[in-house]
């Protein structure tokens, strides 16, 4: 998680504590309609606390 908010702009979307959220230095949003723009490169990883991406 370190590694991609080094690199990436991380958004968490539908968060009941957006504070909390934005207090761990992610990004939180309502929706992924409100997360993404139109024309972005995305990579939704559900249940992304508990993958490993390599």
């Given at each position: 998680?370190?590694?991609?908010?080094?690199?990436?702009?991380?958004?968490?979307?539908g968060s009941?504590?957006?504070?909390?959220?934005?207090?761990?230095?992610?990004?939180?949003?309502?929706?992924v309609g409100?997360?993404?723009?139109?024309?972005?490169?995305?990579?939704?990883?559900?249940?992304?606390?508990?993958?490993?991406?390599?």
């Amino acid at each position: 998680m370190a590694r991609a908010l080094r690199d990436h702009d991380v958004f968490v979307t539908g968060s009941e504590h957006p504070e909390v959220v934005e207090d761990c230095l992610l990004n939180a949003r309502e929706s992924v309609g409100a997360a993404v723009e139109p024309g972005s490169d995305v990579l939704v990883v559900p249940n992304a606390l508990e993958t490993l991406l390599i």
